[in-house]
């Protein structure tokens, strides 16, 4: 009888040592997952920054380029009704005063 009151309270006692394993297991995974959270957290949050900084400096350099084509196209312009002008000019006999040098 000893024996199997015995081979009962060793299969307890193995039972109890499972569950305490997977108690242990789940502490460290759920410890471990923690440490990661934050972790990936700051990676996100630099990534974020980086891109925001890329995005600011496309922003700048697309106004930049914007500013450029809106000075051309004026340039075109002026010289386009510095053209006409001058053409109306001609045909009246008069012209602009250029100084020379």
Do not use: I
Not at 38 to 49: D, I, S, V
């Amino acid at each position: 009888m000893s024996v199997g009151k015995t081979t009962k309270v060793e299969e307890s006692f193995q039972r109890v040592l499972g569950f305490k394993k997977m108690v242990d297991r789940w502490q460290n995974s759920h410890t471990h997952c923690m440490w990661q959270t934050p972790l990936g957290q700051r990676r996100n949050l630099y990534a974020a920054l980086r891109m925001q900084d890329t995005r600011e400096q496309e922003l700048a350099l697309a106004n930049k380029q914007l500013l450029m084509a809106r000075r051309a196209a004026l340039h075109q312009l002026l010289e386009q009704e510095h053209q006409q002008y001058q053409q109306e000019l001609n045909l009246t006999g008069r012209a602009f005063y250029v100084e020379r040098l």
